[in-house]
């Protein structure tokens, strides 16, 4: 087994004191798999939580130390939450197995969105990829899907192997790329899967090291994700990088500098298939929730408008100059990567790039023809 960079990498995973399994779950091979690892935990058989039932339940339970097994209901396959037309969406499919994340950064959007307090896996896999069998077989169809988007994709591996689970079914997919989207180190399962790896893009979230240490909990260093991204690259993966969100601080140029030079010392323009990036931006509501689970951090403390899809954002000009900047750090390094705006509009794609995609199914096609030419290169 190859060693993954930091000895200490088990700070960003999570190894739950309390398992609720529903009632319904804990026949699924997937329930059985995750508790045969956790034998130390208790185990709690609850009812379909209705009502103020979590709220209940977290009264009894901490959610940070608690999982919660249950099979989904609804679909696994929806679209990305890409909002307004105003702002360029990429059209991203999210495949929906769980919710929640132990790593805690101070601006997760999540802590505004979700009900349930605990830290979710759905069990019932097989209606997952039965789902994705009728989707996926429509013809003339890209897809490209990630895990990331209500949780981290690979926090919880060690504990749900779930990780070789979908480079199989992704790797037999012809017109669909897998996306996995971490802030952790948790690569043991990528770096010894044993097959060829098909189409699978693994990505690390990045930011300035200042606020890495201080708004993103228990997640991996810069280095450490970087180090891991490079292992996986020389273990055939395509790597993905996302600077999101982009925030603006004392000494934000330097921080951002920084990074982007950290990238270069473990990868080359070639390994990166894309680089996303996006200013911080938030639902009004979240504000208050974040003061709360974050006493000390100020990161909505500035002036903000509010964006056409009614959420928080810094004023072009502070947007600009973030992009500004990244862009030109970026393409020092690497003059033909492929960067885009994460929900953006025209008039600053086209300030920063000096072009800007017509619409979103234009942004859409721009990261499909980016899977297409690495796939060609190799
Ligand atoms: S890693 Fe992602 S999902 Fe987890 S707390 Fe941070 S922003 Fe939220």
Known sequence: MKSVPDPDYRRSLFYPATVLVEEGAADYPL??????????????????????????????????????????????????????????????????????????????????????????????LDDAFA??????????????????????????????DLAPRLIDYFGTCKNAILELKTKSVAISSLLDYPGEIGETVVSWSLNAPSVTAREEGFAASITERLQAAALCRERGYRIGLHFDPLLFFPGWEEGYRQTVAEIFKYLKGDDIIWISIGAFRFMPQVKDVLRDNHADCNITAGEFIRGLDGKQRYFSEIRRQLYRLLVTEIKKYAPEVFIYFCMEDKCLWQDTFGYAPADNAELGRWLDECCWRYAANG
């Open 31 to 124: 329930t059985r798999s995750i508790l045969s690892r956790l034998k130390k935990a208790e185990v709690v058989s609850v009812k379909r939580p209705a009502g103020n039932d979590f709220s209940n339940l977290s009264r009894l339970y901490s959610p940070q130390t608690t999982l919660f097994l249950a099979p989904h209901r609804g679909r696994f396959l929806k679209a990305c939450p890409g909002t307004a037309e105003t702002y360029r969406c990429c059209l991203y499919q999210i495949l929906h197995l769980g919710l929640g994340c132990n790593i805690g950064c101070s601006y997760c959007v999540l802590q505004g969105y979700l009900n349930n307090p605990f830290i979710t896996q759905f069990v019932n």
């Open 131 to 160: 789902e994705l069998d009728t989707e996926l077989g429509k013809p003339g169809v890209f897809y490209r899907i990630g895990t990331g988007e209500f949780t981290d994709s690979l926090f919880m591996d060690p504990l749900t």
